[in-house]
């Protein structure tokens, strides 16, 4: 089993006082040909985290740092990556960066560059088992220094008493630096994304099935 992740705190925001604080954003891609429905519950996604992040600034104060999962370059350099990238979560990070706030990299070129690589490789779905080993053994090594090097930059970025965001896909097994405040932004909103990505899941599982059964 892994090493326990970073604490996510989701108790009121009054209770918490001083010291660093930062929000967990879960990054959403939408595909270029998204589905009507998928995709206005993408975009209701992104309104509530807007929501949720606001009502978080008026009870502990104004976002200071930002990150972004795959960008290794900050400013507005990094800013211009993340909307080729990702239009809608450059939308909401670009109040931010308009308020003050400073996008910092979190991510090491050359290390993301070969955690995509092998991410590549197993995706394509090797023949080979030995091949299949190799690929998976040299895809955890880069995603171990990767989660590392990501904590890292956070923790020699985000100072005393200030407040950072922080969107990343779900599952990124990152363990947030000590002493560091996390609040898991999940609206409603995400929940219906969950239930429809699965529910689409069990469709293809079943029309596979029956294609298996009945081929021709």
């Known amino acids: 089993m892994s090493e326990e992740l970073g604490k996510i705190e989701k108790?009121?925001?009054?209770?918490?006082?001083?010291g660093r604080k930062?929000?967990?954003?879960?990054?959403?891609?939408?595909?270029?040909?998204?589905?009507?429905?998928?995709?206005?519950?993408?975009?209701?996604?992104?309104?509530?985290?807007?929501?949720?992040?606001?009502?978080?600034?008026?009870k502990l104060g104004g976002v200071t740092r930002v990150y972004h999962e795959l960008v290794p370059v900050g400013g507005e350099e990094g800013a211009a990556v993340i909307e080729e990238l990702n239009a809608a979560s450059y939308r909401i990070i670009r109040k931010w960066l308009d308020s003050g706030a400073e996008l910092q990299p979190i991510e090491d070129a050359p290390e993301l560059a070969e955690f995509m690589d092998w991410s590549r490789c197993l995706a394509i779905g090797l023949q080979s088992s030995k091949a299949v080993t190799k690929v998976y053994e040299f895809y955890s090594e880069v995603r171990k220094q990767r989660n590392e090097h990501i904590s890292k930059r956070i923790d020699e970025t985000l100072k005393e008493c200030e407040i950072g965001v922080v969107l990343m896909r779900e599952g990124h097994e990152v363990q947030y630096p000590a002493g560091v405040q996390v609040f898991y932004v999940a609206p409603p909103a995400l929940d219906a994304i969950h239930r429809w990505i699965r529910a689409r899941e069990e469709e293809a599982q079943k029309k596979s099935e029956e294609d298996s059964q009945h081929p021709g």
Do not use: H, K
């Open 11 to 18: 108790p009121s925001a009054e209770q918490f006082g001083g």
């Open 22 to 58: 930062l929000f967990y954003v879960p990054l959403l891609f939408t595909p270029r040909r998204p589905e009507p429905d998928f995709d206005e519950m993408v975009n209701r996604y992104w309104d509530q985290v807007a929501d949720q992040i606001a009502n978080l600034e008026e």
